[in-house]
T-cell receptor, first 113, second 118 residues
């Protein structure tokens, strides 16, 4: 089984809809992250969480919100989706007690029409 | 501010050729970490290597090797005898704990797409 899972893997939605992307990990890592990737660009950090009670904004948090329901779960919400949020979204985890290297989930491809 | 530049947008080689992917970074501090990730056509991001700024030894792992040179702020990645399965987008990333407070906040380059053909 994969250590970091994301659901759904693909989603098509309409402008104005609320959508939630979910991330779960079995790696036992304390830190979790959400990134988006646009064609031809690197990854941009949306939000990150260093533990269950710690949530921080990244470079591009506008239009997004997150929830860290448990150490193993970190959800990303788009309250009112817009077309320029069409992108590939990645969840990642890292272990602050180890090398703090980030390990990524398989990604969620989101299309907003 | 931190910055990672991967000037090669796309590289095409024929199988068995050697290929080097360039990565140049900017940071103000002396303690930092550099990473390479691979994104194959299937889309996932695969961790390849992590290097800290105090370790300038070159790293070799099978057909992969990495050359870290602080003097030129570069962390280049070479694939020897490339194979079709090496076709992917490769990302270089930088973490500067002095600026970010943690080794895990990454600044990514824009990636280099490597196409290996028969």
């Amino acid at each position: 089984d994969a250590d970091v899972t994301q659901t759904p893997r693909n989603r098509i939605t309409k402008t104005g809809k609320r959508i939630m992307l979910e991330c779960s990990q079995t790696k036992g890592h304390d830190r979790m992250y959400w990134y988006r990737q646009d064609p031809g660009l690197g990854l941009q950090l949306i939000y990150y969480s260093f533990d269950v009670k710690d949530i921080n904004k990244g470079e591009i948090s506008d239009g997004y919100s997150v929830s860290r329901q448990a150490q193993a779960k970190f959800s990303l919400s788009l309250e009112s989706a817009i077309p320029n949020q069409t992108a590939l979204y990645f969840c990642a985890t890292s272990d602050s007690w180890s090398t703090d290297t980030q390990y990524f989930g398989p990604g969620t491809r989101l299309t907003v029409l | 501010a931190q910055k990672v530049t991967q000037a090669q947008t796309e590289i095409s080689v024929v199988e068995k050729e050697d290929v080097t992917l360039d990565c140049v970074y900017e940071t103000r501090d002396t303690t930092y970490y550099l990473f390479w990730y691979k994104q194959p056509p299937s889309g996932e991001l695969v961790f390849l290597i992590r290097r800290n700024s105090f370790d300038e030894q070159n790293e070799i792992s099978g057909r992969y090797s990495w050359n870290f040179q602080k003097s030129t702020s570069s962390f280049n990645f070479t694939i020897t005898a490339s194979q079709v399965v090496d076709s992917a987008v490769y990302f270089c990333a930088l973490s500067d704990p002095a600026l970010t407070g943690t080794a895990s906040k990454l600044t990514f380059g824009t990636g280099t797409r490597l196409q290996v053909t028969l």
